[in-house]
């Protein structure tokens, strides 16, 4: 308890002297005290209270103008696109390497409805299917009568519809617009192309991506707006992928072959030039993917990259380069080529029996399993795999497509010493036309790696020496003495110098073993030879040629011809100039002056 | 004679109640507080229309609940209004201690209505807010303390009227509520502004509040978002404070006309918190400053009468009580034009609610009895001839 002094000391002192009660002096004293506190807090609060009112009056003063300033303002639309993440329109297009357009964009409409707006349902229902008739009549009266309140009606349409739709003149009846993907060459280029579907879709835009090809391994590439539009440009060349489709298609066709793939590379950066596989697709208008049977039946499989196939003969020069590098052999040693070689429960036979023996050259020239066989027994199993490995067999090519990781080449799951020899020409492992043409370029590029592109003008560093310059320039001899005496005679394109190889494999039996009267025939060239340009791997699956007494299968009569015919058209259109010597009998005389 | 065989006419001390209550009140506060109730009617027959439609009502059934309410609401103000400040004292003491115990049983008895803080008790018809009660009789209480302080050798009040204050706030947060909450604190720290706070102390509160929104920024996700909410530059559309920006600005002047409004189909609170967007939409910017001006009218008039009050008691009371009304009101307008962050509080009288009208009557009722005018002591002045 606080205790109060008394007080005023004095008059309580004097007060007491007198002997009075000093309580009333005390009590008056509080009572003034008091008082006089009062007084203060009073006229204290009063100013508080003035303040506090003035600030009250400021607030309310400050909310009634704020009001009035946003009831000034004029009210904003709402707008749809602020209300989320926008849709990405403005796809890049995709260009050829000269620059002509392999894929853009076009404006045009999708058609969407709100039933709750419409005047007559039923009428706009009857009118829609007279002028889209593929759409389900009943369905569409259900849902425009119904309780629905948005419907898409079509996703694409055409300036006419759209025009006919607007003549129904319904406002339940609304156009959203849309940017749809366009690839005006139609089915040029199908599968490296790919195609594109709508994504995301809202009423004012729809979102595109790409499905399969390009389109879809430079999705993200291509939809981002940090590029500014700038074109994807590839290393096809519109021209001359038309020339090889037409010539391959039409190959396929002479030859009754079921499908069909042809692979045109630039020998020095490993772009791809021109790529093809039939039967082929429109990418405007993509067909479904199958549902039973075998992928690589549609025609959306892309032979060149995912198909693997046991390529034949044609992997005989591997075998032979590696011989020549380990310096196991030169090309004038003789191996013996009795047949046939028996090796364990084994046989090896080649086509014609070629006599006890053949020198390196002439076992490619004639195509000898079994002097391949020998030269692989002798290089061995671990060398033949570290050696198909640097040239990019073991793993899938880095092509810049979706597809490519689904091309995994197949090897045995144990590389035995047999493996190694069947391996050597071209059985028992398996490896898409790519790998091959990948392989061919780096043989013809002096023995420095070669990697498959389909980018125009990336820069690149030169590949890894895989084998030795010399090696590579002996191997594009003998492969030239293939096509001038050898299995791929057909294949000579005058004033081209075309070196090559044939390959005929059996086709492997889905149940295990071999077809006897199904193959897969390949042509891998080189060209012109003195200085390799290109290369050009050519496979049809099931050909035969049947214009003789008996049915041919071989590479050297079915695809050879054709590949031949791809070279002959397709040189000129790559700026190559035909080396045609002066002869003796063309009748000029060369005078000098 | 008559006088000897009747005896005499009995004289009253006074005049009678009902004539000096009409003498002595604030008229004109009465008069806002009465068409503040009006045009809550008003509004109500246009944003409360929504609400009994979701809930398969006929469409003015909360009109005629709010009309209801609203005569309970004004009679119990003119009732509490007649009182004397002693008696208001007494009330509102009662009525505190009532409240908080009521308060402390929330956790055991009380619902929350799926809403998420237990701050109801529900009595099948109607359900009661015990916080609402709660203000004014804190106010009362707390005015109590600090004007006992202010005797000479009175009892220590402002120190049991901050641990009241805590205890209070504490309740409230733990609902949680901390918009009655901080009306609470507000309302305590007018009275101790008035009651005569250093100024030192009441210069460092801003800082204080300042450090705990920082804390409760940190803190609470939720309290965090509704800051961010508000600092963002650009509104989306689609919130609450969207939607009331919309309204006010297409009600613009005069308003979009009686019904034609749209905003409260889209508010689920457009009957209580976001009602002066109702206002503004249907009835324009004309009748959102009568609403601003009629609790201007109340809030300063209240203050200005106060002023020359000398008792310390009615004087810290109907400061606390008039600030209190004030507030809420300025908070719920100022939420609704972007002035403040997001919070839900009703606009006293005008938003739709059973108890909480109730207690705004009462509360006005004791602010209405504490601003009567009565003698100030100016002849006792004169007499002892002091300075005032």
């Known amino acids: 308890m606080i205790r109060t002094p008394l007080r005023p000391l004095a008059r309580i002192l004097s007060a007491r002297e007198r002997g009075e009660n000093p309580d009333a002096i005390e009590r008056e004293n509080i009572r003034l005290r008091g008082e006089a506190a009062r007084d203060r807090t009073r006229l204290r609060a009063e100013g508080r209270l003035l303040v506090m009112g003035v600030l009250f009056l400021m607030a309310f003063v400050t909310v009634g ?63 829609l299917i007279e002028i889209f008739p593929d759409l389900d009549g009943k369905r569409l009266s259900a849902d425009l009568t ?56 809202g009423v004012s835009s729809a979102e595109v991506v790409g499905v399969a090809g390009v389109e879809k391994a430079f999705d993200t590439w291509l939809r981002d707006p940090a590029n500014d539009g700038a074109p994807l440009t590839l290393s096809i060349d519109l021209t001359v992928q038309a020339a090889v489709e037409e010539v391959l298609a039409g190959g396929m066709k002479l030859m009754n072959a079921k499908g069909a793939t042809a692979i045109l590379m630039e020998v020095g950066t490993g772009e791809i030039v021109a ?35 046991e390529l034949g003969s044609t992997f005989k020069i591997f075998a032979v380069a590696q011989a020549l590098e380990l310096g196991l052999v030169n090309p004038a040693t003789m191996i013996a080529t009795q047949s046939p070689m028996i090796y364990g429960k084994f046989r090896i036979r080649d086509f014609h029996n070629y006599g006890a023996q053949l020198s390196v050259t002439d076992i490619i020239v004639k195509s000898s399993n079994i002097g391949t066989a020998r030269i692989a027994q002798m290089i061995g199993a671990d060398r033949q795999r570290a050696f198909l490995g640097t040239l990019g067999f073991l793993e899938p090519t880095p092509v810049e497509l979706v597809e490519a990781p689904t091309g995994r080449p197949l090897i045995p799951a144990k590389w035995s010493e047999i493996s190694a020899m069947t391996i050597g020409y071209g059985h028992g492992l398996s490896a898409s036309p790519l790998h091959l043409a990948s392989a061919y370029a780096t043989v013809a590029n002096g023995g420095r790696k070669v990697a498959p592109t389909l980018l125009h003008g990336q820069p690149h560093a030169p590949g890894a020496q895989v084998i030795n310059p010399d090696v590579a320039a002996e191997a594009l001899k003998m492969m030239r003495l293939v096509v001038t005496r050898g299995t791929a005679s057909f294949g000579e394109v005058q004033g081209y110098q075309v070196a090559g190889k044939t390959g005929t494999a059996d086709k492997t039996k889905p149940t ?72 003796e009998d063309m009748g000029l005389t060369l005078v000098r002056n | 004679m008559t006088e000897m065989v009747f005896g005499t006419v009995p004289i009253r001390a006074g005049e009678p109640v009902l004539p000096r209550w009409w003498r002595t009140i604030d008229k004109w506060a009465l008069a806002s507080v009465l068409m503040l109730f009006c045009i809550g009617i008003l509004l109500g027959l246009a944003a409360s229309v929504p609400l009994a439609e979701k809930n398969g009502l006929p469409p003015f059934y909360y009109v005629q609940r709010q009309m209801f309410f609203g005569g309970v609401a004004l009679a119990a103000m003119v009732l509490v209004s007649m009182l004397s400040p002693v008696q208001v004292r007494r009330l509102g003491v009662l009525g505190f201690a ?130 961010d909410g508000f600092l963002s530059t650009d509104i989306d559309p689609r919130t609450q404070i969207g939607y009331a920006t919309n309204a006010i600005q297409e009600g613009g002047f005069f308003g979009v006309g009686v019904g034609e409004g749209t905003v409260k189909w889209s508010l689920p609170d ?68 972007r002035l403040l962050p997001a919070k839900g509080m009703t606009l006293p009288f005008v938003s739709y609610g059973g108890s909480s009208v109730i207690a705004s009557g009462v509360a006005l009722g004791m602010l209405l009895a504490l601003t009567r005018s009565r003698p100030q002591g100016q002849i006792s002045d004169i007499l002892a001839r002091r300075g005032r």
């Open chain 1, 146 to 201: 119904g309780k629905r309140k948005f419907l898409w009606i079509k996703k694409k349409i055409s300036p006419e519809q759209m025009q006919a739709v607007h003549d129904i003149g319904d406002p339940g009846l609304l156009f959203g617009p849309r940017e749809m993907r366009l690839y005006p060459n139609g089915h040029l280029a199908a599968h490296i192309l790919g195609g594109a579907r709508f994504d995301k879709e």
């Open chain 2, 98 to 227: 009532v409240a908080f115990v009521a308060l402390m049983l929330l956790p055991i008895f009380g619902t929350d209505f799926g809403k998420g803080a237990v701050r109801w008790f529900s009595f099948g018809f109607a359900s009661v807010q015990p916080s609402e009660f709660l203000k004014p009789g804190f106010v009362i209480m707390v005015a109590w303390f600090m004007a006992a302080s202010q005797e000479v050798a009175g009892p220590p009040g402002k120190v049991y009227s901050f641990v009241v204050m805590l205890m209070v706030v504490a309740l409230l947060a733990l609902q949680p509520d901390f918009g009655q909450a901080s009306l609470v604190l507000f309302s305590w720290a007018v009275m101790y502004f008035v009651a005569g706070a250093p100024l030192l102390l009441m210069s460092v509160l801003p800082v204080l509040a300042v450090v705990g929104g920082f804390a409760a920024y940190n803190g609470s996700e939720h309290f965090a978002r509704r800051i």
């Open chain 1, 512 to 583: 295990g073993g071999y077809y006897k009267d199904k193959v897969i025939a390949t042509f891998a060239a080189v060209f012109p030879v003195n200085a390799p340009k290109y290369v050009m791997v050519l496979t049809l699956d099931e050909p035969v040629e049947t214009s003789g007494s008996e049915p041919r299968r071989t590479a050297g009569w079915t695809a050879v011809p054709v590949g031949a015919e791809v070279i002959r058209r397709t040189a000129p259109l790559l700026g190559l100039r035909p080396e045609m010597e002066a002869a």
């Open chain 1, 65 to 127: 103008a704020r009001m009035g300033v946003l009831a000034a303002v004029d009210p904003q639309e709402p707008q749809l696109a602020e209300s989320g993440p926008a849709i990405l329109t403005q796809r890049a297009d995709i260009l050829d390497r000269s620059g002509r357009v392999l894929a853009t964009n076009l404006v045009t409409h999708s058609l969407y409805a709100q039933p709750q707006m419409m005047v007559d349902p039923a009428r706009v229902a009857q009118e």
């Open chain 1, 275 to 309: 790529m093809a596989s039939l039967p082929d697709f429109d990418p405007n208008d993509r067909p479904a993917p199958l549902t039973k049977g075998d992928a690589s039946d549609s025609p959306l499989f892309n032979r060149a990259v995912q198909g693997v196939y």
């Open chain 2, 270 to 337: 457009a009957h209580t918190d976001f009602i002066i967007a109702v206002a503004a939409e249907e009835y324009g910017l004309i009748l959102v400053l009568v609403i601003i001006a009629l609790y201007a009218v109340v809030v300063v008039r209240s203050l200005i009468r106060l002023m020359r009050e000398r008792d310390p008691f009615t004087r810290l009371a109907g400061t606390g009580l008039a600030c209190a009304f004030g507030v809420q009101a300025l908070i719920n307008m100022g939420v609704a034009v």
